[in-house]
């Protein structure tokens, strides 16, 4: 009797046991498929669900590493494009074989380099204006720099996002000089006091602390995407959603090409937070063209921003003021688009070969006289 009842014990036990361990396996079997596997755990938690592995937060650890910690990205403040057009649309058929072969339209992590020829402007424009994004533009004039509002905005009416929403947020010290253009559909303009001042490097500079505070007050708001533009600038030709990314760079006119990475006019002291050491670097970058997300590109102005306040602590301004910090953030934080110089050029420089259209290009300008304290 003792026996059987020791028995039964013994067998209920093995019974539990059988159940806990497919309770186990069960609840297991569930987590997987949720899909909690061990990448969840990263440091920065993904802000999207379904997104692909994050290239961004890998990125960030090696930037926390490299100049101290950066905030994670807010939940949801990403999404991938989202690529769909309507059935229908008639536009030439791509080739596999043909396209632009005298430039590179590729970078060495995969992403588009843009020239003219490497897109269709028709299947680009439906796409995007599915997704009818609004878009903002900030622009500084401050100064006698308001001379060059007229043609921007003249111009930019013409070329750039036409079809879109655009707001052109112009930041100046001379309200009155802000000139009446007449707008696209959709398209605004919204003035923002901010101070004068008696150097142009502050201005420049100053451009990523005033951007900062008014994303956080107001363009947060009204805003998809971003762009930072100088405004001694002319359209020329289409600038349109090919430009549109996560975060998209404008490779500088000058060094393009036949340059060693070791002549960009990176920031080379190491004392500055822009520091990029002679054997590092992709491309140089203008600081006159910038774009991206809303949220991506806060988190580069404020970067700047942080980076060259950093800098004034210990008494040093870098080489480029902020187009230095851009392209040490641009180096360990890869753009998810990089455009030719088509996207800015100079009436300074000749057009070459190999530069097919001139979307922008800065105005040739008296730098002595314009500035307020002179200088090139
Ligand atoms: C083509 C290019 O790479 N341009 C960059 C370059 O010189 P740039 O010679 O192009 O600089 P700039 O004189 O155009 O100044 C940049 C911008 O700041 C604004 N501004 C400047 C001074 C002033 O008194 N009032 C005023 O409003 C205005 O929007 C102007 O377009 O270097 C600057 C920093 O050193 C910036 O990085 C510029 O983006
Ligand atoms: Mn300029």
């Known amino acids: 009797m003792i026996q059987r009842v020791n028995m039964l014990r013994s067998n209920s036990r093995v019974h539990i046991f059988v159940f806990l361990v497919f309770l186990l396996v069960l609840f297991g079997g569930i987590y997987i498929d949720l899909g909690y ?36 990205q807010e939940k949801g403040s990403w999404k991938i494009e989202n690529l769909t057009m309507q059935n229908g649309v008639k536009y030439a058929q791509p080739s596999t074989q043909q396209g632009r072969t005298d430039v590179n339209s590729v970078t060495n992590w995969n992403v588009p380099l843009v020239w003219e020829g490497t897109f269709d402007p028709v299947v680009i ?20 720099y308001t001379r060059f ?25 001379h309200k009155e000089e802000v000139p009446n253009i007449n707008l696209g559909e959709g398209r605004k303009i919204s003035v923002l006091d901010v101070p004068s001042a008696t150097r142009w490097q502050d201005v420049v500079l100053g451009r990523m602390k005033w951007a900062t505070i008014a994303i956080d007050k107001q363009i947060r708001n009204e805003s998809d995407y971003l762009f930072m533009m100088d405004i001694d600038s002319v359209f020329h030709n289409r600038f349109g959603a090919e430009s549109l990314s996560q975060l998209t760079g404008v490779l500088h006119r000058l060094y393009y090409k036949n340059f060693n990475r070791d002549q960009f006019t990176y920031e080379r002291r190491n004392l500055s937070r822009a520091y990029i050491p002679l054997d590092e670097g992709d491309y140089y970058y203008t600081a006159a063209v910038w774009g991206g997300y809303l949220e991506d590109m806060y988190k580069l102005v404020k ?29 360990y934080n890869k753009p998810t688009k990089v455009l030719s110089p088509e996207y800015l050029w100079s009436d300074y420089n000749e057009v070459p070969e190999d530069i097919k259209v001139v979307r922008i290009s800065q105005l040739v300008k008296n730098y002595a ?8």
């Open 149 to 173: 509002l007229e043609a921007f905005l003249q111009t930019g009416e013409k070329y750039f996002m036409v079809g879109f929403r655009v707001t052109y947020y112009i930041f100046t010290d």
């Open 369 to 376: 006289e314009v500035r307020p304290n002179g200088g090139q």
């Open 125 to 144: 424009d439906v796409i995007y204006k599915k997704m009818d994004p609004r878009i903002a533009v900030v622009v500084f004039a401050v100064g006698k």
């Open 303 to 331: 970067y700047c921003y942080m980076q060259s306040e950093e800098d004034a602590k210990n008494n040093i301004e870098a080489v480029w003021q902020e187009e230095s910090h851009l392209n040490k953030y641009l180096l």
């Open 37 to 72: 596997d061990s990448s969840t755990f990263s440091f920065c938690q993904p802000c999207n669900e379904g997104s692909e592995p994050d290239v961004k937060s890998i990125m960030a650890k090696v930037m926390e590493d490299i100049v101290g910690p950066t905030e994670c």
